[in-house]
Structures are given as structure tokens and as C-alpha cells.
């Protein structure tokens, strides 16, 4: 399997402008996977920030377990400002605004101290397709960014100006090189790397392996599959499905697309891939 890799050169001039807005804002919010928070964690951005407030917020909690739960906690319990949304819920918008509010609380103490009325900025980041621009528009409360299912939807910078704060939406921006592939691999399950630049066949192999392993019972339900090798559970999908070409050979590329599609649509229900061990050496 080819390493995975992918800094385009609109990544590097995304980095630059974030650093060039970050004095520009009062607070950052981290946009994470809520099923792949180690794996969604980018150290850059985080050196970034530098002293600014830092809330993170695990997104799409809807597609996760419980074991997301549990790796929340670890995270908090190091001291760090994190919550866990489904940006998709309008519900959620009273919790994100409680706790963004909560990270500059301190700083609009000592402005209106002052006789004060500041209007916040944030800039709100992550890695490509943890869904910034969906919870942009959920704070906004309406359609103000472009949202997609696919990673770099977003190439610019924009600014939306909602009642009583600004926002700034960023692109998805990964980090130079993956130093840890499995992580790397996880970003590629849920969307997060463009498909267009990845072997299909080497992350749908990845996924069903580590699939059988966490989650076994899933594919039993959806395929039909009990055991084997990755090669076995794709073939065993493909009949399945009727993937079938002519003289009997196997449509291995629609059972590889049919198989990371049901796990993006929250068809194979609802699966955790990261565990506290791959929390280990992060630094939020």
C-alpha cells in the first residue's frame, strides 16, 4: 500500500492566509470527526493559534458510538475546551454558542469593564470535510457558506457576519506529511482526502479489514460477510450486491465505491474508528 500524501499547493496558500487572519480573530474552533478525533487533529492548525482560545468541537456525533464518548472525555479531562455536536441538528446551536462564548468569557469581562461592546471574531478551521461550512450556517442560521459531501468545497476565505459575532470560514487543510498512516487511512474512509487522488482499492481493503476487526457484526448484517481476508469480505460483497461482470469476474471497483459510500452515509450505523491509545502524543 502506496503511503498516503496530500498537500496541494492551494493547502500551503490556505495556511498562510489563516496566519496572516489568525490576529485578526478572538477565538479558534477546531472542527473534528467525532468518528476519527485523532485522526482529524492537526497539529499545525494548533500551533497556529498560537495563545489565541482554542474550543474544539467533535462534529457528526450522529455517525459515531459511544466510544466517541469516552474518547471526549479523555480530551477533556486534559484540561482542553471540547464539545460534541451533530452541526446537522439545529439543537446543537445552543450548546456551540454556550461554548464559544464560554472560551472568551474573560476577555468580554475585562471590554465591558472598560465601558466596552466588542463584537467577537472566530475563525473556524479543521481539516477538509469535518463540516465547518454546515456549522457556520447552523451559527448562522441560515445557508451562508457552501457546504459539500466531499473534501475542498471551500477554497477561500469567508467572513460571515451574523447578530452579535463574525465567523470565518476556512478551507480544510491537512497537515504536510502523515507521520501515522492508520490515522491517514481513517481520513480517507469518511471523505475527508479527495478520492480523485487516493487508490480506491488500497483504502477499501484498509477499511474492510479494520472493519472486521471493531466491528464485525456490522458486516454481517450489511453483507452478509463472516470471515476471511479483505480480498474474501470484497468478493463476498460483490455477490452480494450483484456486482458481476461478464464471464463471471468480480466488479471489485463497485464493490470497493459501494462499500466506502455505505460507511459515509451512516449505512453500516454508527462506527467509532479512533481509540484512546491513538490519542497518545497529541496535543490538543
Not at 492537526?42 to 450522529?62: E, F, I, T
Not at 472525555?73 to 462564548?101: M, P, Q, T, Y
Not at 474573560?106 to 472566530?122: D, H, I, S, W
Not at 478551521?125 to 456549522?135: E, I
Request: proline share 4%.
Amino acid at each position: 500500500m502506496k503511503n498516503i500524501q496530500w498537500f496541494p499547493g492551494h493547502m500551503t496558500a490556505a495556511m498562510r492566509m489563516m496566519e496572516q487572519n489568525t490576529a485578526l480573530v478572538d477565538g479558534v474552533v477546531f472542527v473534528l470527526d467525532a468518528r476519527c478525533p485523532a485522526a482529524s487533529f492537526n497539529p499545525k492548525l494548533k500551533k497556529m493559534a498560537g495563545a489565541k482560545p482554542v474550543l474544539y468541537v467533535m462534529n457528526k456525533c450522529d455517525l459515531a458510538d459511544e466510544r466517541a464518548d469516552v474518547l471526549l472525555k479523555r480530551i477533556k479531562d486534559s484540561g482542553v475546551n471540547i464539545i460534541k455536536i451533530n452541526s446537522l441538528n439545529s439543537g446543537s446551536r445552543r450548546d456551540i454558542l454556550g461554548a464559544i462564548e464560554k472560551i472568551v468569557a474573560e476577555k468580554r469581562e475585562r471590554a465591558l469593564n472598560k465601558g466596552q461592546t466588542k463584537v467577537f471574531r472566530y475563525m473556524i478551521s479543521g481539516v477538509p470535510n469535518t463540516g465547518k461550512s454546515t456549522l457556520i450556517n447552523l451559527l448562522a442560521g441560515s445557508r451562508r457558506a457552501d457546504t459539500g459531501d466531499k473534501a475542498g468545497v471551500t477554497r477561500g476565505k469567508q467572513w460571515i457576519r451574523t447578530e452579535g459575532f463574525e465567523l470565518l470560514d476556512t478551507p480544510g487543510t491537512m497537515p504536510p506529511a502523515f507521520e501515522n498512516q492508520k490515522l491517514a487511512l481513517r481520513l480517507a474512509y469518511v471523505g475527508s482526502i479527495n478520492d480523485d487522488i487516493l487508490d480506491i482499492d488500497d483504502i477499501a481493503l484498509a477499511l474492510l479489514r479494520e472493519l472486521s476487526e471493531k466491528y464485525p457484526s456490522r458486516l454481517a448484517e450489511r453483507y452478509g460477510i463472516s470471515q476471511g481476508t479483505p480480498l474474501d469480505m470484497l468478493e463476498t460483497v460483490c455477490k452480494r450486491r450483484g456486482f458481476m461482470l461478464r464471464g463471471g469476474e468480480y466488479d471489485y471497483e463497485r464493490g470497493e465505491r459501494a462499500v466506502i459510500d455505505d460507511l459515509r452515509k451512516g449505512k453500516l450505523g454508527r462506527i467509532t474508528f479512533d481509540r484512546i491509545e491513538d490519542l497518545e502524543n497529541l496535543r490538543f
